[in-house]
């Protein structure tokens, strides 16, 4: 069973369009983080949330934490090309204790066609 | 500005052979981690180190060794390679696991 559940797995999208990526757990996280990652290169962190219900903006990216900090979403306004990529969450359990290991999500695959 | 380094970036291994994959962060941070990423599974925790000086098993330890060498250096060492392990595997480091990680830019191995 996957910790963390992200829908969808691949989205494939014209560039201006709007998306929103989801990520699911029955579990409570301490923090939960966006990476994104191009091919051949490592993740690259986004955005880290760690209250419940919080709500930060990246130039076109909004993320949100959940009230319960069990899910969060990413969603991006007027997609451009630049913005392909595989998109990444990863929570840090809350029962985790001092050992700080993150759990990552499966991803979702986004393809923003000019 | 370098963050985290891996070497090297591509290794071609025959089964049986034994190779060990470098990574060092100059950021002072804690925490460091192996991982591989394999299509449709993700990224999976090989290893993990907390701090200097302490070492751990993640979810895929099996066929793998490490060395925390200093703060800096952490090491992945596969003593007899299969094809199982072909995969790319990326070394993170972290301050606090839950402030993010910084990943390095991946090793692509493959065993043939």
Redesign the interface.
């Known amino acids: 069973t ?1 910790l963390l559940e992200q829908s969808p797995q691949f989205l494939s999208i014209q560039e201006g369009e709007n998306l929103t990526v989801y990520c699911n757990s029955s579990s409570v996280f ?2 939960l ?1 966006w ?1 994104r990652q191009e091919p ?6 986004l955005v ?1 949330v ?1 209250t419940g219900g919080e709500v930060k903006k990246l130039k076109r990216l909004t993320f949100q934490f959940g009230d319960a900090r069990k899910d969060s979403s990413l969603h991006i306004t007027a997609a451009q090309p630049g913005d392909t990529g595989l998109y ?1 969450c ?1 929570g ?1 359990l809350e029962s985790g204790g ?5 759990t ?4 979702t695959l986004l393809t923003v066609n000019p | 500005n370098a963050g985290v380094t891996q070497t090297p970036k591509f290794q071609v291994l025959k089964t049986g052979q034994s190779m060990t994959l470098q990574c060092a962060q100059d950021m002072n941070h804690n925490s460091m981690y192996w991982y591989r990423q394999d299509p449709g599974m993700g990224l999976r925790l090989i290893y993990y180190s907390a701090s200097e000086g302490t070492t751990d098993k993640g979810e895929v330890p099996n066929g793998y060794n490490v060395s925390r060498l200093n703060k800096r250096e952490f090491s992945l060492r596969l003593e007899s390679a299969a094809p199982s392990q072909t995969s790319v595997y990326f070394c993170a480091s972290s301050y606090r696991g839950d402030y993010g990680y910084t990943f390095g830019s991946g090793t692509r191995l493959t065993v043939v």
Do not use: C, D, I, R
């Open positions: 996957q301490s923090s983080q990476y051949g290169e490592g993740p690259v962190l880290t760690v990444l990863a840090a001092s050992n700080y290991k993150l990552f999500g499966k991803g």
